[in-house]
């Protein structure tokens, strides 16, 4: 189902962006359509698409990007920073003071199991919690509910007539900070159940009032979240299961155009395992960085300067665009990089290639640096002028041999010949790097 795939879709886009050597205009309108896809499946609203596609493209295509940042790093960053904003407001999670919180939802929502989770929550804060058992209909729930404040020892109150009843004696009798009330499930928010719990919010007179919702839910917690907010009220949501299912985004995405916020998420059935939302995290998670930071190294790390990218696509590739290529491969990893700026296999050919051979090539370029200092701007920018006593003279310049100088220049006719071939991106089935994939057994 279409639904169980944004976040695999939110994955895809950004493992897109960040393995673009080189993003245009072209690349962030097909990008675009394809978040525009990924959104609409989760069933965000449509005017709040048109809104975050808007920004995107104004951000990422207009003329002064800031300072120091590519347009892919720009891309990356807008996308990451409007799907954060989409996916709701960061959560303080909830006031440490005396205060009441009733938890309402469907059937197996998580209630009885985050009632605990909440009390726990207060309880690492300093804050003592009063679980009160207001679910009168299953002769267990009262058990359960017991149950779990056993394992955190915090004391239960479940006596009195019906829910209400229960409700009454433990504002009477509690003397906790807080007091956390679960409510009985059912199918469906009828008018029954709508009855029910306005009643019991009359006597509890919470602080909070929370809807609790799976994760499995995916869009249609979009329903649930506005049919409780009219029905009943609600001041926030929990989402529980979000470990159990990958429609944890679609549902996140849905109660932020129900226009309610999500402020806890379940990740486990452990006592423990409840966090204060925070969209961040939750795309870092997604999207498998912790960070934008990290991120963003990796939108930079896999791609070369624009500049560079552009004029190898133009079919311009210099000595000087070598030069600078060289020069941004510092230290270890940068013959690496190169072959991971070429597109497919390039990362199963690395592992391939014998120990040393990529350090051996780093050494080489770091002659082939000096080689480079000592031709002409002329030269850096014509390299087919270099003749071969231009290349005599070259190898004195710069303490090479003549034939070092000769094998730099092949190296480069080569590189720019699967640079230029990358655009078809058959680089390594047709390239001069066919040679290395076949010794390899890749070709
Ligand atoms: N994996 C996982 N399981 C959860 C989470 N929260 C709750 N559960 C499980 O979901 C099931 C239902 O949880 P309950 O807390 O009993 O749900 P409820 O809303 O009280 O259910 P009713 O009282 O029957 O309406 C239990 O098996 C819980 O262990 C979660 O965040 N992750
Ligand atoms: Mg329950």
Same mark, same amino acid.
């Not at 904003?85 to 303080?92: D, H, I, R, V, Y």
């Not at 994760?215 to 409780?228: D, V």
């Given at each position: 189902?279409?639904?169980?795939?944004?976040?695999?879709?939110?994955?895809?886009?950004?493992?897109?962006?960040?393995?673009?050597?080189?993003?245009?205009?072209?690349?962030?309108?097909?990008?675009?359509?394809?978040?525009?896809?990924?959104?609409?499946?989760?069933?965000?609203?449509?005017?709040?698409?048109?809104?975050?596609?808007?920004?995107?493209?104004?951000?990422?295509?207009?003329?002064?990007?800031?300072?120091?940042?590519?347009?892919?790093?720009?891309?990356?960053?807008?996308?990451?920073?409007?799907?954060?904003?989409?996916?709701?407001?960061?959560?303080?999670?909830?006031?440490?003071?005396?205060?009441?919180?009733?938890?309402?939802?469907?059937?197996?929502?998580?209630?009885?199991?985050?009632?605990?989770?909440?009390?726990?929550?207060?309880?690492?804060?300093?804050?003592?919690?009063?679980?009160?058992?207001?679910?009168?209909?299953?002769?267990?729930?009262?058990?359960?509910?017991?149950?779990?404040?056993?394992?955190?020892?915090?004391?239960? %109150?479940? /006596?009195?007539? @019906?829910?209400?009843?229960? =409700? #009454? &004696? +433990?504002?009477?009798?509690?003397?906790?900070?807080?007091? !956390?009330?679960?409510?009985?499930?059912?199918?469906?928010?009828?008018?029954?159940?709508?009855?029910?719990?306005?009643?019991?919010?009359?006597?509890?007179?919470?602080?909070?009032?929370?809807?609790?919702?799976?994760?499995?839910?995916?869009?249609?917690?979009?329903?649930?979240?506005?049919?409780?907010?009219?029905?009943?009220?609600?001041?926030?949501?929990?989402?529980?299961?979000?470990?159990?299912?990958?429609?944890?985004?679609?549902?996140?995405?849905?109660?932020?155009?129900?226009?309610?916020?999500?402020?806890?998420?379940?990740?486990?059935?452990?006592?423990?395992?409840?966090?204060?939302?925070?969209?961040?995290?939750?795309?870092?998670?997604?999207?498998? %960085?912790? /960070?934008?930071? @990290?991120?963003?190294?990796? =939108? #930079? &790390? +896999?791609?070369?300067?624009?500049?560079?990218?552009?004029? !190898?696509?133009?079919?311009?590739?210099?000595?000087?665009?070598?030069?600078?290529?060289?020069?941004?491969?510092?230290?270890?990893?940068?013959?690496?990089?190169?072959?991971?700026?070429?597109?497919?296999?390039?990362?199963?050919?690395?592992?391939?290639?014998?120990?040393?051979?990529?350090?051996?090539?780093?050494?080489?370029?770091?002659?082939?640096?000096?080689?480079?200092?000592?031709?002409?701007?002329?030269?850096?920018?014509?390299?087919?002028?270099?003749?071969?006593?231009?290349?005599?003279?070259?190898?004195?310049?710069?303490?090479?041999?003549?034939?070092?100088?000769?094998?730099?220049?092949?190296?480069?006719?080569?590189?720019?010949?699967?640079?230029?071939?990358?655009?078809?991106?058959?680089?390594?089935?047709?390239?001069?790097? +066919?040679?290395?994939?076949?010794?390899?057994?890749?070709?």
């Amino acid at each position: 189902m279409v639904l169980d795939t944004f976040g695999d879709s939110i994955k895809k886009i950004f493992s897109k962006v960040t393995g673009y050597s080189l993003v245009d205009k072209e690349k962030v309108d097909a990008l675009v359509i394809e978040l525009q896809r990924a959104l609409i499946q989760a069933d965000v609203d449509i005017e709040l698409i048109a809104e975050l596609s808007g920004r995107i493209k104004n951000n990422v295509l207009k003329k002064d990007l800031p300072k120091g940042m590519s347009m892919k790093e720009v891309l990356v960053k807008n996308l990451y920073d409007e799907l954060v904003w989409f996916l709701g407001e960061k959560s303080n999670g909830l006031e440490l003071k005396k205060q009441r919180i009733l938890l309402i939802g469907l059937f197996g929502a998580g209630k009885t199991t985050a009632a605990g989770k909440l009390a726990k929550w207060f309880q690492t804060r300093g804050l003592q919690a009063g679980l009160v058992a207001c679910d009168v209909h299953r002769p267990a729930a009262q058990d359960q509910l017991e149950q779990n404040a056993k394992r955190i020892n915090a004391p239960v %109150y479940r /006596d009195g007539k @019906g829910a209400d009843g229960v =409700a #009454k &004696e +433990a504002v009477k009798k509690s003397k906790e900070h807080v007091m !956390i009330f679960d409510s009985a499930g059912r199918d469906a928010l009828d008018g029954e159940l709508a009855k029910e719990l306005k009643a019991l919010s009359k006597t509890v007179n919470p602080d909070e009032v929370f809807l609790v919702i799976p994760a499995e839910l995916g869009q249609a917690a979009r329903t649930q979240a506005s049919e409780f907010s009219k029905l009943v009220g609600i001041t926030g949501i929990i989402i529980t299961k979000m470990d159990g299912t990958a429609k944890g985004g679609a549902a996140l995405a849905a109660c932020r155009a129900a226009g309610t916020s999500v402020r806890f998420i379940g990740t486990g059935e452990k006592i423990g395992d409840l966090e204060v939302y925070d969209p961040k995290r939750f795309i870092g998670r997604l999207i498998g %960085y912790g /960070d934008i930071e @990290g991120l963003m190294e990796k =939108a #930079k &790390e +896999a791609g070369m300067s624009e500049d560079v990218a552009k004029r !190898i696509m133009d079919g311009k590739f210099t000595m000087r665009d070598f030069q600078e290529q060289i020069k941004s491969m510092k230290g270890m990893g940068s013959m690496t990089k190169m072959l991971d700026m070429l597109p497919g296999g390039s990362s199963a050919l690395k592992k391939k290639l014998p120990d040393g051979f990529l350090s051996n090539q780093e050494e080489k370029m770091k002659k082939w640096e000096f080689a480079i200092n000592s031709m002409t701007p002329h030269e850096r920018e014509n390299p087919e002028d270099i003749t071969s006593s231009r290349i005599k003279r070259i190898a004195s310049g710069s303490g090479m041999r003549e034939d070092e100088v000769r094998h730099m220049m092949k190296s480069y006719k080569q590189i720019k010949k699967v640079m230029k071939m990358t655009k078809g991106g058959k680089a390594f089935k047709r390239g001069p790097f +066919a040679n290395i994939a076949k010794q390899f057994g890749m070709g």
